[in-house]
């Protein structure tokens, strides 16, 4: 069956400091993968995909990256945070296609002091 | 545009009741419906999902219907318990990556 990893599951960091959360899928073959950020009682907020091995589309213009180094293997960073970047980051990976469900990894909570 | 609206905000309920959540998408061309739950400080977990072929689905005590062409979906429980207190959310599916999601229902069963 499939799993997905994400860790870890809190943060705090100082504004400017950088930024690595990791995701990792087990159990699948070419997912696609997906970075999503949830601001305290707010909606949902797609920031990567990824379809691919290096193939990453960015959805909101911001201070953050995302790197598909390998397969089932997804990294969201940052060079330098801003208060505005605390959330809740959510990894999530889906079959290929619009049929697929969605499936979403544990959370990190981070808090950018 | 595509909006997705989740009425009510929040539900309490008594243990054992029926209930029905709601979600209403304003363009009917959509893939699929998505429904998820999401207990707090949490990840969301999958519940059902609904093709856009379709009219219904069922998982246990949770069945979801949808209409297209009133932009509707429904999340029905049976028998509410305490453990199903949880932020219930849809997302209507409107391209292969994309999910348009709703702000979400809380919903507290009280024992």
């Known amino acids: 069956s499939q799993t997905i990893h994400q860790w870890p599951a809190t943060l705090v960091q100082p504004v400017g400091s950088p930024l690595s959360l990791e995701c990792t899928v087990e159990?699948?073959?070419?997912?696609?993968l997906y970075w999503y950020r949830q601001a305290a009682g707010r909606g949902l907020q797609l920031l990567f995909y990824?379809?691919?091995?290096?193939?990453i589309s960015s959805e909101v213009p911001q201070n953050l990256s995302a790197s598909r180094p390998q397969d089932r293997q997804f990294i969201l960073s940052s060079k330098k945070l801003l208060l505005s970047d605390s959330g809740f980051y959510l990894c999530?990976?889906?079959?290929?296609?619009?049929?697929?469900?969605?499936?979403f990894g544990s959370g990190t909570q981070l808090s950018v002091l | 545009k595509q909006e997705v609206t989740q009425i009510p905000a929040a539900l309490s309920v008594p243990e054992g009741e029926n209930l029905v959540l709601n979600c209403s998408f304003t363009d009917s061309a959509i893939y699929n419906l998505q429904w998820f739950r999401q207990d707090p400080g949490k990840g969301l977990t999958s519940l059902l999902l609904?093709?856009?072929s379709q009219r219904e689905q069922t998982s246990g005590r949770l069945n979801a219907s949808l209409d297209k062409s009133s932009g509707r979906s429904t999340l029905y429980i049976a028998a509410s318990q305490p453990g199903d207190s949880a932020t219930y959310l849809c997302?209507?599916?409107?391209?292969?990556?994309?999910?348009?999601w709703g702000a979400g229902t809380k919903l507290i069963i009280k024992p």
């Open positions: 609904i093709q856009s």
């Open positions: 999530a990976w889906s079959g290929a296609g619009s049929r697929e469900k969605l499936f």
């Open positions: 997302a209507a599916v409107v391209s292969n990556y994309q999910l348009i």
């Open positions: 159990g699948t073959s070419n997912p696609n």
């Open positions: 990824s379809i691919g091995i290096g193939q």
